[in-house]
């Protein structure tokens, strides 16, 4: 029998998962505490004073019922166009002949690579009703004052959330496509069954688990959203929760924390039980499985003549959905104001939005802000979900199961709810209006977007190596440094590059948490949005995508380059 060792560190071995778990737990726990003690307190400067007159105040407000319905109809309609995009996307991708496949797939996960509040500015800036260049090219073309879409309403707020959410839709939904057994599919249609009988009683049934797991995860991720429903919804008056406690705490003189508490404690509520309800419908997805043993082999759906067609259609739609808002921003950067393609704007083109916004003081401060804390703070986040991965992968015991659940609790946090626990619980400290308290509440909020791909990784490499480290006399960190990370570079890489991505176009913990100096770029380009500058907007958002562009870049080389000096 072969004998089991201990993969446990062996100094402090027994300390090493229930360090991790404190860490976390402090980590993720911290702004909750600090949040249900603030929607209690008076003020900031009352701490230790409670009252329920927060609540009273809130929730007596006959605004709130309004909020609370633009809110339903919004993360609703956004689950439900996201799911259906990336149904049809997932289909057209995954189960028939079209050509280029797999440029197709790389074009729908780009949205997750772009900050959400530039793409969400990209379509004001084309359906803008006064002066979008959409609308103006549709005015001077039929010379009419109507105007072909007002995107300061819901429906705007939920076409633009739905696009930008429509990755996580397909991330889901095109995995669960792939491992499909068309032959039920081909049973019932030899029976006789029309296409559209076959679908309501076959696929969509079989694809139950994904679909609904789809649309629960862009319930989260629309109810935490903030991009959106700042630079789309506040200038049409349209308000949902998050923009609610913005309006608490940034629009004038009586900002209250207190009552900003007692609302972000709902919305935690509800985007914990959203998030509840995914893990129960992925972890239930065994009961739909149609793939066994016995000779499954994946069917292509031929489209004949209609595959160029297809791939016409996926490719118009990818390019007015992603390219063309990105088009739009560096077309409105090189410009003094909004003006259709022309003679008159070719006259006008120059590089001054550039200039001035590399000269201005406040956005330099914030583009070093950014950098630094996407270099550092990926880093050290990713430091810190490789022992959380190792924990749960390696050491599988009780603890290590919570810490699990401990860690990917933050994911159901919305950021501007989160942010409000950090200010109570920060602002008696040294690091109240800080890069640090920044750092903290990056990582805190964006640790599972490491330990996920991590987790994978780890789970890919065998623990026979680890073992044989072991039997020649290696203590754990150095196996760790040595044989382990070596063999999980990519996911290293991974994780790095999306924590970095992450940290780079944060908006919604930044604008509780920032403060005069430590401004961030999306926060700026948010200022820069309210005082409709939208040159400098464009500008300041070209220089974050470049920006993205060159991290992922730079770890993607130095990923490979260490992955060949290995080999």
């Known amino acids: 029998m072969k004998p089991q060792l201990n993969l446990k560190p062996q100094a402090g071995g027994k300390l090493y998962v229930p360090s991790l778990f404190l860490l976390v737990a402090v980590l993720t726990g911290t702004p909750v505490v600090m949040l249900l003690i603030g929607s209690f307190t008076e003020g900031l400067g009352a701490f230790g004073h409670f009252t329920i007159q927060k609540y009273v105040d809130v929730y007596s407000n006959i ?102 959410d429509m990755p996580i839709a397909y991330l889901i939904i095109s995995p669960a496509m792939a491992s499909f057994d068309p032959s039920k599919e081909e049973a019932s249609w030899v029976s006789g069954a029309s296409s559209w009988y ?16 789809s649309f629960t995860l862009v319930l989260v991720r629309s109810l935490a959203a903030f991009a959106v429903p700042a ?28 009552k900003a508490a007692a609302v972000g404690l709902s919305i935690l509520i509800m985007s914990t039980f959203f998030v509840y309800m995914y893990r129960r419908l992925t972890s239930a997805s065994e009961k739909y499985v149609t793939i066994s043993g016995k000779g499954y082999r994946p069917a292509v759906i031929k489209l004949g003549k209609y595959r160029y067609v297809a791939t016409g259609i996926v490719a118009l ?9 990105v088009l739009t921003l560096f077309y409105m950067s090189l410009l003094p104001y909004a003006m259709l393609p022309g003679a008159r704007a070719w006259s006008l083109i120059s590089w001054n939005n550039w200039n001035v916004v590399l000269h201005d003081p406040i956005s330099l401060r914030a583009l070093r802000n950014s950098v630094f804390l996407g ?20 050491i599988r015991t ?11 609790l933050s994911y159901s946090f919305p950021g501007i709810v989160i942010g409000i626990g950090f200010m109570w619980a920060f602002v008696r400290t ?34 026979e190596l680890e073992e044989s480290s072991r039997v020649c006399g290696a203590g754990f960190f150095h196996t760790l440094r040595r044989i382990v990370l070596p063999l999980i ?79």
């Open 489 to 567: 570079v990519p996911g290293v890489i991974s994780a790095w590059i999306l924590m970095a991505s992450m940290f780079l176009r944060e908006l919604s913990l930044s604008v509780v948490l920032s403060r005069p100096g430590t401004e961030v770029l999306a926060v700026q380009v948010l200022n820069f949005a309210a005082d409709s500058l939208w040159g400098k907007v464009a500008a300041l958002g070209m220089i974050m995508i470049l920006i993205s562009t060159v991290l992922v870049i730079v770890a993607t080389v130095i990923g490979r380059r260490f992955s060949k000096n290995r080999a």
């Open 398 to 408: 009780r603890l290590s199961g919570l810490l699990e659940n401990m860690t990917f």
């Open 63 to 164: 605004h709130l019922l309004r909020i609370l319905l633009n809110t339903l109809i919004f993360i609703l309609g956004t689950a439900t166009f996201s799911t259906l995009l990336a149904y049809v996307l997932s289909y057209l991708t995954v189960r028939t002949d079209m050509p280029f496949k797999g440029i197709t797939k790389a074009l729908s996960v780009v949205p997750m690579m772009i900050p959400h509040i530039l793409l969400a500015v990209g379509w004001m800036l084309l359906f803008n009703p006064s002066n979008g260049i959409l609308n103006l090219a549709f005015r001077n073309l039929f010379h009419t004052s109507w105007i072909v879409f007002n995107i300061y309403s819901l429906a705007g707020m939920i076409f633009v959330e739905g696009v930008l």
């Open 231 to 258: 630079t789309i919804g506040m200038p049409g008056q349209v308000y949902v929760l998050s923009t609610y406690i913005y309006r608490i705490i940034a629009v004038g003189y009586a900002t209250d924390y207190g």
């Open 430 to 463: 040294p690091l109240y209006a800080t890069l640090g308290a920044l750092l903290i509440g990056y990582i805190a909020t964006y640790l599972p977007y490491g330990v996920r791909p991590l987790t994978t990784a780890f789970i890919q490499v065998h623990q």
């Open 198 to 213: 076959t679908l309501r009683k076959i696929t969509l049934p079989i694809l139950k688990p994904a679909l609904l797991a």
């Open 375 to 394: 270099v550092v703070g990926a880093t050290l986040g990713v430091t810190l979900s490789i022992f959380i991965a190792y924990a749960i992968v390696r």
């Open 317 to 325: 739609l990818l390019l007015f959905l992603i390219v063309l808002p």
